[in-house]
């Protein structure tokens, strides 16, 4: 297993096989079968996933005070995705030390995953600026898309409340 099979993901876009090949030491590979969770919300987030099969379902704790002592721990699903969309997760914990992870991440069917540390993605990029600045380039339009689709969720969300409290 190395790298190379990675290359169609959004956060090595542009960078050449050479540069590619930097990543073949600090990948690990991990396999989570059906059921598995690959994130914890409120967990240290120390590393970003890319999944290479499989399919599985972001969701959020809607926590909510009933009263004093008692609260809803329901779940909200964001969004399903699936290999053939080469989506990546875990990367908004990535920039600030001690960040916690926003979401849960479920396999809803068995996932392999490609799993890059924190620490060992930034010194790769700071060893080689120029690969350094295609990831951050790349991961920066990762999270300016996942921001406008959240403003746009948010949007929905707050019409339709705005709506049922008008009748």
Do not use: W
């Amino acid at each position: 297993m190395n790298a190379n099979e990675l290359k169609d993901f959004s956060i090595f876009e542009g960078l050449s096989q050479d540069e590619m090949d930097t990543f073949n030491s600090v990948i690990k590979f991990v396999e989570v079968p059906t059921g598995g969770q690959v994130i914890r919300e409120g967990e240290v987030g120390d590393s970003i996933y890319l999944l290479q099969s499989g399919e599985v379902e972001i969701n959020q704790a809607l926590t909510l005070s009933m009263n004093k002592s008692d609260s809803d721990n329901r779940e909200k699903s964001i969004i399903k995705l699936s290999s053939d969309l080469k989506p990546l997760f875990g990367e908004m914990s990535l920039f600030h030390e001690g960040d916690r992870r926003t979401a849960n991440v479920k396999a809803l069917s068995d996932c392999r995953l490609a799993q890059i540390m924190k620490n060992d993605l930034f010194e790769i990029c700071e060893a080689n600026p120029k690969i350094g600045y295609r990831i951050m380039k790349n991961l920066g339009g990762t999270l300016s898309r996942n921001l406008v689709k959240a403003n746009q969720n948010v949007l929905k969300l707050t019409t339709a409340f705005s709506l049922i409290l008008e009748r």
